[in-house]
């Protein structure tokens, strides 16, 4: 395990743009979200939840893939590149386990390969929360606030230090090119690390019991419950914003456009979200989810039982984001406590 003094991160944040682009929590008007790191950026690591997930880092909410040319009746395909190699320093367990569940469905058979060519090029660099938020629920899903297992590199704020662990090959390729700036940690830093993760974790469950409410037993609650009125009483005040699904970490729905003009035009895929109207919307004019009812039954029952199915874990993080952020105050939680989950 390396360290490195607080003092330094400047000097490693510019080593590290220097290798690759680096993106970092920013605080820009009081808001906080991952941007491109420029000398004298207000990075902000104490922030636990940025307002959008780094998701948008491996799964771009636009993105052009492909440049098309008609000629009369012949056509000119050219694939465009995707951006080269990027980092994210200071993402939170909950976001980076997101990613890693995004990734279940993408680079599975058959491979997204435009997903797979841009999550290859990055390198993920985790910060563990000491302190969870209020509304912090990623223990009830086996996560832990204090620790990322699927990071590349895992780091901890010691106050004076963050404690700074490669946890994979891609990890120690980059570790060793900023051997420089990093020093080795003493023999207590293991035991640090692990009363950080302990501390945190039982912190956040206390908030939960408090709540009263538990995940387990939700997937198996909920096979029965397609046709149950609970969806009576929980649709009702949804706005259909979508806000929900494009700041959650694990919603990955998409939809590929076409832009043309004249002869010319690019294909692009965008992030879509199944509480839009129109997400399922058919040519002819059916659509399988006419209300607001199905659709918003449709993102719990993916998040809680249909991603278990298919990926046995589920399709939520616990970030709180949808619990903070949703104008109407529809919250996961109590549709986990409304489909009888507790045991
Ligand atoms: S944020 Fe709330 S109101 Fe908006 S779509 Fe989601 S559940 Fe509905
Ligand atoms: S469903 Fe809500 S709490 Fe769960 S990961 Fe998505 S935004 Fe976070």
Known sequence: MKKINKEKLPALWERLADEAALYLPVEEDGVVNFAPWKEGAAVNLDVINTMVPPKHLVFPQSENYLRFHVEGSKLEIEPLDVDGPYVVFGARPCDVAGIAIIDKLFLDEPCDTLYKERRDNGTIISLGCNEPEE??????????????????????????????????????????????????????????????????????????????????????ALEDKFDSEIWDEIYRRCLGCGVCTYLCPTCHCFDVQDYSKGQEGLRFRCWDSCMFGDFTLMAHGENPRPTQKERVRQRFMHKLLYYPSNFEVYACVGCGRCVRKCPVSIDITQVIKAAGGVE
């Open 135 to 220: 509304t912090c629920f990623c223990t009830s899903f086996d996560l832990e606030p204090g620790f990322s297992p699927d990071a590349d590199i895992s780091t901890w704020d010691l106050g004076e230090y963050l404690l700074w662990e490669p946890r994979n090959e891609k990890g120690q390729a980059l570790t060793a090119k900023l051997d420089d700036l990093l020093e080795a940690a003493d023999s207590g830093a293991a035991q640090a690390v692990e009363k950080l993760r302990q501390d945190a974790a039982s912190r956040e469950a206390a908030v939960v019991r408090e709540h009263g409410w538990e995940v387990q037993g939700v997937k198996e």
